[in-house]
């Protein structure tokens, strides 16, 4: 009789071993002129929340938050300059359990519709698929939801 058959790959999550290293969600200091919190949900395709953690960066910071039992993370960011001649823009990675490949994703900001329409991987996307990579503004935060398929599924791309 031979050995127990095994997985070939360990499937997390094992968010705990980066968050408690770096304990904070902040790109920004919530005192810096600017800042402003980014919230939002990681939802599968039934709106269920998922168990995972998002980075976001700016260019020159990162953050890093896990996510509740709801799916909510949360962040403290400043908008950045515009870089390659597109529009201002956070920068996401999806980890989450079973997702073997984490997912890059564009955060854009509400309040540059002009930058928006000229930015050029924007521009790329179906423009029924644009708005969920526009974050919302509500009650002075952003709110950004990232759902991984389903008719609303974020737009992801291939880094």
């Given at each position: 009789m031979g050995r127990p058959r095994t997985p070939?790959?360990?499937v997390?999550?094992?968010?705990?071993?980066g968050l408690c290293r770096r304990p904070d969600n902040e790109l920004a200091p919530p005192s810096e002129e600017g800042s402003v919190r980014l919230i939002g949900r990681l939802l599968?395709?039934?709106g269920m929340g998922i168990?995972?953690?998002?980075?976001?960066?700016d260019g020159e910071r990162w953050g890093r938050s896990g996510t509740d039992s709801e799916g909510m993370f949360?962040?403290?960011?400043?908008?950045p300059e515009a870089r390659g001649g597109g529009a201002p823009r956070l920068d996401a990675v999806v980890f989450a359990r079973g997702l073997l490949v984490h997912q890059f994703t564009r955060v854009y900001f509400p309040d540059e519709a002009e930058a928006n329409a000229a930015d050029p991987v924007l521009a790329s996307v179906p423009e029924e698929a644009r708005r969920t990579l526009v974050a919302?503004?509500?009650?002075?935060?952003?709110r950004f939801d990232i759902r991984m398929q389903g008719d609303d599924a974020t737009v992801f791309f291939a880094v």
């Open positions: 070939s790959q360990t997390g999550p094992y968010y705990a071993i599968d395709g039934e168990d995972g953690m998002i980075e976001v960066w949360q962040f403290t960011v400043a908008k919302e503004a509500e009650d002075g935060a952003l």
